[in-house]
């Protein structure tokens, strides 16, 4: 069975701080995605990694893909409460065009 | 953004009746998907589709078909609901260069009493 581990399950900070998101796994992809959900809608595309060791920075947001290419973070720098939602990672292999997708994790920045 | 809608966007069913869920998009991408998503078990794919008529199962298919007979509808039915689908359902595309890339539709949120 493949899994896409993500770590912490919930995160409740105030706003300024930073945050880091973990999504493990044992198995190597090919890329990785990283997607926000607010409630009510569907999740939306943030980033694409595809290269081992990859960073890739959306304003205040860090990604990161491992050099194995089993596990990635998401850094939050300054959390603002417009980044409240639930992120998740998701795995893609050569071998078919489906996503393997991590659990998720609920961030809520308070004011 | 990608054109997908979704409908209804909202229904109540009873159990042992059919339901349909209809995704369609504008975008003329090859893969389609409907997923289910529940509170501890993230998304989970139902059914997939690689091209008109060409479709194949999921992780937890059992309870659903689907069809497309046009590039642009993908649809899902519940051939009898249970009480276990009630769900929030998603339809995604897969990107048109980078297919593994999917953006989502709305949901339909679909109760079974």
């Known amino acids: 069975t493949q899994l896409l581990e993500q770590s912490p399950q919930f995160l409740s900070i105030q706003e300024g701080e930073n945050l880091t998101v973990y999504c493990n796994s044992s198995?190597?992809?090919?890329?990785l995605q990283w997607y926000r959900q607010e409630p009510g809608e569907g999740p939306v595309l943030l980033v694409t990694v595809v290269t081992g060791g990859e960073v890739k920075k959306l304003k205040r947001l860090t990604f990161q893909f491992g050099d194995a290419r089993k596990d990635s973070s998401l850094h939050i720098t300054a959390a603002q409460p417009g980044d409240t939602g639930l992120y998740l990672c998701?795995?893609?292999?050569?071998?078919?065009?489906?996503?393997?997708w991590g659990a998720g994790t609920k961030l809520i920045i308070k004011p | 953004d990608a054109g997908i809608t979704q409908s209804p966007r909202h229904k109540v069913t009873e159990t042992g009746t059919p339901v349909t869920l209809r995704c369609h998009q504008t975008?003329?991408?090859?893969?389609m998907y409907w997923y289910r998503q529940d509170p501890g078990h993230g998304l989970r794919l139902i059914h997939y589709s690689y091209g008109v008529k060409d479709t194949d199962k999921g992780e937890v298919s059992d309870g659903y078909s689907v069809s497309r007979s046009k590039t642009e509808d993908f649809l899902l039915t519940l051939e009898s609901a249970t009480s276990s689908q009630t769900s929030v359902y998603f339809c995604a595309i897969g990107g048109r260069d980078r297919i593994y890339e999917q953006y989502f539709g709305p949901g339909t949120r679909l109760t079974v009493t």
């Open positions: 198995s190597v992809f090919s890329s």
């Open positions: 998701a795995g893609a292999m050569d071998s078919n065009y489906q996503l393997i």
């Open positions: 975008e003329n991408h090859r893969y």
